[in-house]
């Protein structure tokens, strides 16, 4: 009778048990998905393109396999993402869920982990002591923002698959090949979301090391690798395809002293667990209870291991030291030191939850009174009191999203729906169902947001997007600002006046710098390796003479190398008068340029251009002050092109299928045009075949965002190869074709011209020592990087 009391009595407190964590874990489960509601409307922007990934894989439009534009975190997240759209419709609130309830799985991860390190009480304070968490790891566990939570898991699920094999094989049982499975497939699935899975590996590597038995070789090691190959599959077919550009974080290594990392690892762990320094006397108990329970479990762990207790429990805690360890080698030696954030130590947090779980739950098996219990109580961040603030994010989120829809309907006819913006309102977007596009160039995540916004034609521009306003002005070009729905726009630019023409190199009579030195021949014989080049970020100055009173109104700058002024200040002398007159004054040169009509972000044919308004009586000498951009160091300027004022001329621009049709007619295979041009013919004419070079639509949606290159394309002649250019640039680039000993034929395109070069005696083509830019081609004596 006494054994069978004692069995139902162990019966009923295991069912208890039970029960408890089931309410534990549904709380967990519960409010995760009340924070992803109350998250629903969020104005983040890396929300913006988890969300955005999510509803094209909803939609069917693909499947990316990494986060927009990049060479880490795949897309398996936002795939869960993904599902509850198609479940329940297409919101914000589906996206969050597919985050929370992954990240929910982190809390029975938590407890099989603490309960095997301490018995299932430490098991049940480290679901506790992370079933809300701090801020980060609450706000995280929530929020899409790529893989984090991806990570976490299945970062989790390995270590905890190796700790269950090496203890196992400890003990000399038998292990099948399942486990073996189901760790290489999470530890493939954790590589593929993010590299920072790597501690859990380390970790994991560390405690299977530590239970070591030949068997893990002979009966594990095979189907570990062909599952962890299969689960990070979409991880290796991109990067062969791409040339391993994910291993670039392995440059990230080494960019910070150890100093700096630790003391960054310190500041940034007491923001993980909100023991912040800036409160001492809030948080100096807390944190000093903290270091207690964490030293009590190392103290606990050392001398278990010293005195050679043997337990099923020393590998688990192992684990946990092991992650510690990982993380602390891992952060203080790479990028992660440098940014100021706590989420790049999100490994650590589950560790320290079960130190402190098997410190708790050694308390309260030594005393009756539960002061682990109360320990635990202290040291659980405080974000759990900021619970029932939570709806507060409600109305706040609703606000912006609801001033981005009455923006899109306002400013989406004004700008054909495209605009170019930060990437802080990249989640306008999502917001309104890709009804105002806001697209980040020069690097854009999203490839079709790229391309829209390369072959834009009235685009709008958001929040003075990299200085717009400034450009238009240092450009004499026109654009409508206002506020419109808490924004700042900028729409209907139009480019500057065409009343001008360029001042031949013969008008000059000499450049000088500040130490007399004549430069007229570098920056005036249409040749860009002979630049003028002033190195450092002080002022610098260059005086240009012309043989008699010029009515200048302009001038355009083309560097080699990129190496392009980030100030300028341009100031005029008239004849006989001694006095400089201020024309224009750029504090910053903006990465717009005018290809036509068209505004144009950087990259591709980029060089820099200034306007003004010809003085009365004209200018006999012009003074530039340049600064060079903090990131170069240097100035470099192969040409200095001057403009003078010049009656408008009366030819129009050619249209996009006036163009093509053209080209058809000339056979023309390769086209080097003005960039809004040449991207509108391919796009436009598809049929032609015609290869624009360069070209800023050659990435795919798979691709990396990147910055195309600003430095002049090196030129070849293939087949017949077309040269679409201003009639302005034509003659400079005639003598140039001429030069070089080939022949074209010529056809006008209104304002435009198009030489027809044939390159029929070189078929797999020649070098011309020409390059092409923005303004037709110039002389180059070397190779121009590309």
């Not at 994910?246 to 923001?271: E, R």
């Not at 054909?416 to 890709?434: H, L, M, S, V």
């Not at 980029?606 to 009365?616: H, L, M, N, V």
Request: glycine share 8%.
């Amino acid at each position: 009778m006494g054994s069978h009391a004692a069995q139902e009595t162990d019966r009923a407190s295991l069912l208890r048990w039970r029960v408890l964590m089931a309410f534990v874990f549904l709380l967990g489960l519960g409010l995760r998905v009340f924070k992803a509601w109350t998250m629903q409307c969020s104005a983040n922007p890396d929300f913006g393109v988890a969300a955005l990934m999510s509803k094209h894989m909803a939609e069917g439009l693909d499947f990316p396999i990494f986060f927009y534009g990049q060479a880490y975190m795949g897309s398996l997240e936002p795939a869960m993402g993904a599902l509850f759209c198609r479940l329940f419709g297409t919101s914000g609130f589906a996206v969050n869920l597919g985050t929370a309830l992954t990240g929910f799985f982190i809390l029975p991860l938590v407890y099989l982990w603490a309960r095997d390190a301490g018995g299932r009480r430490a098991g049940l304070a480290a679901v506790l002591f992370c079933l809300v968490g701090s801020d980060t790891t609450f706000h995280y566990g929530v929020a899409p923002r790529g893989g984090y939570m991806t990570l976490m898991v299945c970062g989790l699920l390995t270590l905890w698959l190796s700790l269950r094999i090496a203890v196992r094989l400890s003990r000399n049982e038998s292990v099948s090949v399942w486990p073996y499975v189901w760790l290489g497939l999470a530890a493939g699935l954790g590589w593929w979301s993010h590299q920072l899975a790597v501690v859990f590996f380390i970790a994991a590597a560390g405690v299977l090391l530590l239970g070591f038995r030949k068997k893990m070789l002979t009966h594990g090691l095979l189907p570990a690798s062909l599952a962890f190959l299969a689960g990070s599959l979409p991880w290796w077919l991109w990067n062969a395809a791409h040339g391993w550009a994910s291993f670039g974080f392995a440059g990230s290594l080494g960019q910070v002293s150890l100093q700096a990392g630790f003391q960054s690892l310190a500041h940034q762990f007491l923001n993980l667990v909100e023991l912040s320094l800036s409160r001492p006397v809030a948080n100096g108990f807390r944190l000093m209870l903290l270091v207690m329970l964490i030293g009590y479990f190392l103290v606990k762990f050392v001398r278990e291991k010293w005195r050679g207790i043997e337990s099923d429990r020393f590998l688990p805690r192992a684990g946990a030291v092991a992650v510690v360890l990982a993380m602390t080698a891992v952060y203080v030696t790479s990028k992660y030191a440098n940014i100021p954030v706590s989420r790049y130590l999100l490994p650590l947090y589950p560790a320290v939850a079960v130190m402190i779980a098997v410190s708790v739950g050694d308390l309260l098996g030594r005393f009756r009174f539960p002061w682990g219990w109360l320990a635990l109580a202290a040291v659980i961040p405080s974000h759990i009191l900021l619970l029932p603030k939570m709806t507060e994010s409600i109305d706040e989120g609703t606000l912006y999203w609801t001033s981005a829809q009455k923006l899109a309907g306002a400013l989406g006819p004004l700008c054909d729906g495209i605009c170019f913006g930060p990437f802080t309102r990249y989640w306008i977007n999502f917001a309104t169902d890709e009804k105002l596009c806001v697209a980040c160039p020069p690097k854009e995540h999203y490839e079709p947001y790229a391309r829209r916004a390369e072959l834009a034609e009235n685009p709008a521009f958001l929040d003075d997007f990299h200085g717009v306003r400034k450009f238009l002005a240092m450009t004499c070009a026109q654009g409508q600002s206002e506020i419109m729905h808490h924004a700042l726009v900028t729409y209907g630019t139009t480019p500057p006046p065409d009343n001008w023409r360029y001042v031949e190199p013969s008008a000059l009579s000499d450049v000088q710098d500040e130490e007399g030195r004549d430069f007229r021949p570098a920056i005036s014989d249409y040749c860009l390796d002979t630049a003028w080049a002033a190195r450092g970020t002080n002022p610098v100055q260059l005086t240009a003479t012309f043989d008699r009173p010029r009515a200048l109104n302009g001038l355009r700058f083309l560097s080699p190398n990129d190496r392009y002024p980030g100030r300028v200040t341009i100031e005029g002398q008239a004849d006989g008068d001694e006095a400089w007159r201020r024309l224009l004054d750029v504090p910053q040169v903006t990465d717009f340029f005018w290809s036509g009509p068209r505004i144009m972000v950087a990259g591709i044919q980029y060089f820099q251009e200034f306007r003004f308004t010809a003085p009365t009586g004209g200018l006999r000498r012009l003074r530039l002050t340049v600064e060079a951009l903090p990131r170069w160091g240097e100035t470099s300027l192969g040409e200095i092109l001057f403009l003078e004022a010049a009656p408008e001329t009366e030819d129009a621009l050619p249209s996009v299928e006036q163009c093509a049709e053209a080209l058809k007619q000339k056979q023309i295979r390769v086209l080097h045009a003005p960039r809004w041009l040449a991207g509108r013919i391919a796009q436009v004419r598809p049929d032609l075949k015609i290869e624009p070079l360069p070209s800023a639509l050659t990435r795919t949606l798979q691709d990396e965002m990147r910055r195309d290159s600003s430095v002049p394309y090196p030129m070849a002649v293939n087949a017949v190869t077309g040269l679409i250019l201003d009639e302005r640039d034509a003659p400079r680039t005639r003598e140039r074709l001429a030069a070089s000993g080939l022949d074209w034929t010529e056809t006008s395109l209104g304002r435009y011209r198009l030489l027809a070069v044939d390159g029929s005696e070189s078929e797999s083509g020649r070098s011309l020592g020409l390059c092409w830019t923005e303004l037709g081609c110039f002389n180059v004596n070397t190779t121009l990087p590309r």
